[in-house]
């Protein structure tokens, strides 16, 4: 089943991206050379034998993925030496949101936007993987039982949502900067991390936005920001948590309204954005709001508890939210279209809680 469902994900996702048309064939050599030089960089630094706790982890998940990739061949090409990854393979398939960021740097001319509703066949991963620390000693690396939230043939989460075997939960920053932030110069061979938000927020040219469109791009006074900050007093338990996050209810709440849209409810002004259902012919400031096969498909990965967490468990939902819009299906939706091979037509699934025993 595995193979059949990364084969279905990759078309969905990926077919064609910078396939046999390439018609960005300009945009798709560069991207191939920064991938490469990508990986040279790695090779180079995992050569170097500075920090090599750490370069050591990094040739594990390259070799991971190699054999990842070398399975789904149904051929074993074991490295020597170096780590021979294609770039347009697996590869592409891990680099998630950063292709977004890589098209705008790398001026792709039409941007692809991401693929929200096309990359609903998911899978909760738990990997037990016991490496151990360079020293070729005993010692384990801690967390060496990873369970997230994935997607068929990615071997991270993309979601950022994780519960480690050492205790660690971890959740990603939403909503993030923008990808505007990478200019052309800064883009070096590894993205900038760890910066501050509000450097992050001044350098990505946002402040500039607000300034044009208002409050629907800053990060406090977004509706997303004002609905957390309003609601969150209601969730004192697992299901409550869950009905948040999975929260949309754009026709009745005041905080989706959006100035200067008609309608002027918008059904991406919400916790779990439902962007298929705005009106085609409706009037948006920006395109943000406009209809799009966009909006949130999971529950930013998962949700867990301090109480859950030892035992490795979650609750995760898959599919657009529908307790309070209808539920999304393909069919006729304005993303029919769209390639959605493997996925059922109606998303009707209840949240499921997880668990491995
Ligand atoms: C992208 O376009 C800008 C503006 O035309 C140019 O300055 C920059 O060098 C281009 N970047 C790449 C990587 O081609
Ligand atoms: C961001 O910009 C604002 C307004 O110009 C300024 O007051 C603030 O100090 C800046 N913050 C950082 C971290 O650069
Ligand atoms: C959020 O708060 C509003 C206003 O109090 C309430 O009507 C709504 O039911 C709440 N939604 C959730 C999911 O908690
Ligand atoms: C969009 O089209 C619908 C159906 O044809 C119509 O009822 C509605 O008034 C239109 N809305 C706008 C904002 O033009």
């Avoid at 046999?20 to 630094?45: D, H, I, T, V």
């Avoid at 991401?114 to 738990?126: A, C, G, H, N, T």
């Avoid at 620390?133 to 010692?139: A, Y």
């Avoid at 338990?237 to 869950?242: A, F, G, I, W, Y």
Wanted: proline letters at 10%.
């Amino acid at each position: 089943r595995a193979p059949q469902l990364m084969y279905m994900h990759w078309m969905n996702t990926m077919v064609g991206y910078c396939g046999p048309f390439k018609y960005e064939s300009e945009y798709c050599e560069k991207l191939r050379s920064y991938l490469e030089a990508n990986l040279g960089w790695m090779e180079e630094q995992m050569g170097k034998g500075e920090d090599p706790e750490y370069w050591h982890q990094v040739r594990l998940a390259l070799l991971q993925l190699k054999g990842l990739e070398d399975s789904y061949n149904g051929h074993l090409d074991f490295p020597r030496g170096r780590v021979t990854l294609s770039p347009f393979g697996f590869l592409l398939l891990q680099l998630g949101g950063d292709l977004e960021d890589l098209e705008s740097a790398l001026n792709r001319s039409s941007p692809r936007g991401w693929p929200s509703y096309q990359s609903m066949l998911r899978v909760i991963k738990k990997y037990t993987l016991p490496f151990r620390t360079s020293d070729g000693g005993n010692s384990q690396i801690p967390g060496s039982i990873q369970v997230f939230s994935s997607y068929p043939g990615t071997i991270f989460s993309g979601d950022d949502f994780y519960i480690l075997s050492s205790g660690l939960g971890h959740s990603q920053c939403w909503p993030c900067p923008p990808p505007s932030i990478w200019g052309a110069d800064s883009l070096g061979p590894t993205p900038p991390n760890h910066r501050y938000f509000e450097e992050i927020f001044n350098a990505s040219g946002t402040p500039e936005l607000v300034e044009k469109y208002g409050d629907w791009f800053t990060y406090d006074k977004n509706p997303r920001a004002q609905i957390f900050r309003r609601n969150q007093t209601l969730v004192h338990d697992l299901d409550s948590m869950v009905r948040l996050m999975r929260s949309n209810n754009y026709l009745q709440d005041p905080l989706s309204r959006c100035r200067g849209c008609d309608p002027p409810q918008n059904a991406e002004n919400a916790i779990s954005a439902r962007s298929d259902l705005n009106p085609p012919n409706g009037t948006y400031p920006f395109p943000a709001l406009r209809q799009r096969c966009h909006g949130g498909t999971d529950m930013k990965g998962g949700v867990t508890s301090s109480g859950m967490v030892p035992s490795l468990a979650l609750v995760a939902a898959s599919g657009p939210a529908w307790d309070d819009v209808p539920p999304f299906r393909w069919s006729t939706s304005p993303c029919s279209a769209l390639l959605h091979m493997g996925h059922p037509d109606l998303w009707t699934f209840p949240p499921i809680k997880v668990h491995w025993d």
